[in-house]
């Protein structure tokens, strides 16, 4: 029941809505919009959509759709791609851990990777910091093409010098660079570009075995066409850019090799013995680093 009043009846009625111009109904306005697109889409409603491709219960069905996710559907664009290497990389990261030999680790997707030069890396969404990344990629690749032809001919063996080649040499290889590349930023020889630009000297810890005139001030330098500019209380060798190093790697003798546009040469090696970590080689890498940097001040890498 609705109690009306004199002074309500005498309020005049609201205008009505043709004089203020076509609108919408309350509540959304009506404005044009282009179709929602695979690039346009959020990325956990595509991770959703590449998700529910799996609606088959069979295990070797599943295989054919992750073979179908690796050779076809990943190169459709960068978000498509950033979308099903999740999906691939989750499901094959425990087969890939199991194939790791001791003494060798592995951390292809490393919590700390953003955060070891200070400030985030300029990488695309694509890209990753750690170089294992590559190795564990290599390995879906070929780990869902010998799932599917293992599923499709009972004759097929699988080639176990492929799986050989990459847990033999290429991943303690690019293992070792990443530890190469942690240890050597923490310690001030080996710099990561910056979305700033500015690349981080770290100040070298004073010791009882640290020559008096090996001291550096914690400074920011700024990399520009020019070269570097900035000052220190003395004359420092800048870092070196990791883009630029490269690792050998064998049981018995690792390396640090620097690549630039006209040459390519040994830095620093050193031996190791078969049982010895890949943590322990990267620390005596970037020991003997830190020397050869204190020899060469002036290495001519900007």
């Known amino acids: 029941m609705v109690v009306l009043d004199e002074k309500s009846l005498m309020i005049p009625p609201p205008p009505p809505y043709a004089e203020a111009g076509p609108i919408s109904p309350p509540p959304f306005p009506s404005k044009p919009q282009a179709p929602p697109t695979l690039s346009t889409l959020p990325p956990h409603i595509l991770l959703r959509i590449v998700y529910e491709t799996f609606s088959s219960p069979h295990v070797q069905k599943q295989r054919k759709v992750l073979y179908w996710l690796t050779i076809n559907l990943r190169l459709v664009n960068r978000s498509v791609y950033i979308a099903c290497m999740h999906v691939l990389r989750s499901t094959y990261l425990p087969a890939y851990s199991s194939m790791i030999r001791s003494p060798y680790t592995s951390d292809p997707f490393p919590h700390a990777s953003a955060t070891d030069s200070k400030s985030p890396s300029p990488l695309l969404p694509t890209q990753s910091l750690q170089r294992e990344t590559r190795i564990l990629d290599l390995f879906i690749a070929l780990k869902v093409r010998e799932d599917v032809w293992a599923d499709e001919s009972e004759l097929h063996l699988e080639r176990e010098e492929s799986f050989k080649d990459l847990f033999d040499l290429m991943q303690p290889r ?40 090996a001291k550096k001030v914690v400074s920011w330098k700024r990399e520009t066409t020019s ?52 943590e322990v080689s990267a620390k005596k890498l970037v020991r003997e680093l830190k020397g050869w940097l204190a020899s060469n001040p002036d290495h001519g890498i900007r």
Do not use: Q
């Not at 530890?179 to 004073?206: F, K, M, N, Q």
């Not at 850019?241 to 690792?247: D, G, H, K, N």
């Open 174 to 213: 690019a293992r070792l660079e990443d530890l190469v590349r942690h240890y050597g930023t923490r310690e001030g020889v080996i710099s990561v570009p910056s979305s700033s630009g500015l690349t981080p000297v770290a100040s070298v810890p004073t010791t009882p075995t640290t020559p008096i005139h």
């Open 227 to 278: 070269g570097w500019t900035g000052s220190s209380s003395r004359s420092a060798a800048p870092p070196l850019p990791f883009a630029a190093l490269s690792a050998s790697f064998s049981p018995r003798a690792v390396g640090l090799a620097l690549t630039t546009r006209h040459s390519k040469r040994t830095l620093v090696e050193i031996s190791r013995t078969r049982e010895e970590t890949l």
